[in-house]
């Protein structure tokens, strides 16, 4: 079983940054890819992040140019660097994680980011 912890998020006024990141714990079998998603109210879930071991990235189209996904393999981690951050982006953000040889999903527990004046 595999565990995903998060921190980080919180209340931002428009136009500020905020840095997520996330832990993961137990055992992963082979390769991965780490990530995150977002749910806003009465929305559904969306994948914001995604990143894979090879370094492949790809990003949801209304947050290219503003967030940032990365990962340390070494300590089993996944950040994710948001500016310019607008009203739009609030959400509960979700640390995900994909095991591809047992084609399971691994989800944190979720982080509150509001973006509001």
């Known amino acids: 079983q595999v565990q995903l912890v998060e921190s980080g998020g919180g209340l931002v006024q428009p136009g500020g940054s905020l840095r997520l990141s996330c832990a993961a714990s137990g055992s992963i079998v082979g390769d991965y890819i780490m990530g995150w998603y977002r749910q806003a109210p009465g929305k559904q879930r969306e994948s914001v992040a995604q990143?894979?071991?090879?370094?492949?990235?790809n990003y949801l189209d209304s947050v290219k140019g503003r967030f940032t996904v990365s990962r340390d393999d070494a300590k089993r981690t996944v950040a994710l660097q948001m500016n310019s951050l607008n009203p739009e982006d609030t959400a509960v953000y979700y640390c995900?994680?994909?095991?591809?040889?047992?084609?399971?999903?691994?989800w944190g527990q979720g982080t509150q980011v509001t973006v509001s004046s």
């Open positions: 995900n994680l994909h095991e591809w040889s047992r084609n399971n999903d691994y």
């Open positions: 990143i894979s071991s090879k370094g492949f990235i």
